[in-house]
Each structure stands twice: as structure tokens, then as C-alpha cells.
């Protein structure tokens, strides 16, 4: 069974950090771009990161580029997101997934249940 599990997430003040974690198990996940989406109370899931499966390429959304630095270890399955200066419009349940090829998509073929943030102001 494919099990995408995340932790770390929590409360914090704004400008703060957390990191979250994602343990990816069930299967091989070479050849899987994987990353993280959001969601926020009444709105869209939203793209945040994602990073190949050689590590050679990440991408971030405008919102979290210089604050968030997505990697990945695929000796010990598992994909990190650390959060700096976070903002309370940070807040949002995140999730982890994973899609096979280079690019994560909304369509991710694995998804985590989410773990939720929430950044007080």
C-alpha cells in the first residue's frame, strides 16, 4: 500500500519556521517529481513546491520563493519542506504528493491527508 504520511506542521508566530516532513512508502518513488500543495479555508488547493527525483530541479510558487527550500532524501523516502519567515496567510492545511515524470500537478498520482499549519499574526 503507497502511504505519502506528513508531519511537522503546527502554530507558530509569524516570522517563524517549522519544517514539515513527508514519508513516502509502499513503492519506489524514482522517476516521481514530488512535492507540496496547500489549501486554505474556502479556497483552491494551491502548488507551493516540487523537486525531480535527481534533485535537479525544484520549483516554488511566487508566494513562498525565498522563504520555503524543498528537498528531498531518497535514501530514507522521505521529501522536506523548511518554512522560514512564515506569514499568517501561511496557513493552510499542507499536503505532500507525489506524480511520475518531472512535473507535479495537481493531478499527483499520491497524496498525503495533509497536516495543518496555522501562523498567528
Known amino acids: 500500500q503507497v502511504q505519502l504520511v506528513e508531519s511537522g506542521g503546527g502554530l507558530v508566530q509569524a516570522g517563524g519556521s517549522l519544517r514539515l516532513s513527508c514519508a513516502a512508502s509502499?513503492?519506489?518513488?524514482?522517476?516521481?517529481?514530488m512535492g507540496w500543495f496547500r489549501q486554505a479555508p474556502g479556497k483552491e488547493r494551491e502548488f507551493i513546491a516540487a523537486i525531480t527525483w535527481r534533485r535537479d530541479t525544484t520549483s516554488y510558487a511566487d508566494s513562498v520563493k525565498g522563504r520555503f527550500t524543498i528537498t528531498r532524501d531518497d535514501a530514507n523516502h522521505t521529501v522536506s519542506l523548511q518554512m522560514n519567515n512564515l506569514k499568517p496567510e501561511d496557513t493552510a492545511v499542507y499536503y505532500c504528493?507525489?506524480?511520475?515524470?518531472?512535473?507535479?500537478?495537481?493531478?499527483?498520482?499520491?497524496w498525503g491527508q495533509g497536516t495543518q499549519v496555522t501562523v498567528s499574526s
Open positions: 509502499g513503492r519506489t518513488f524514482s522517476g516521481f517529481a
Open positions: 504528493a507525489a506524480q511520475l515524470g518531472n512535473v507535479l500537478t495537481s493531478r499527483g498520482d499520491y
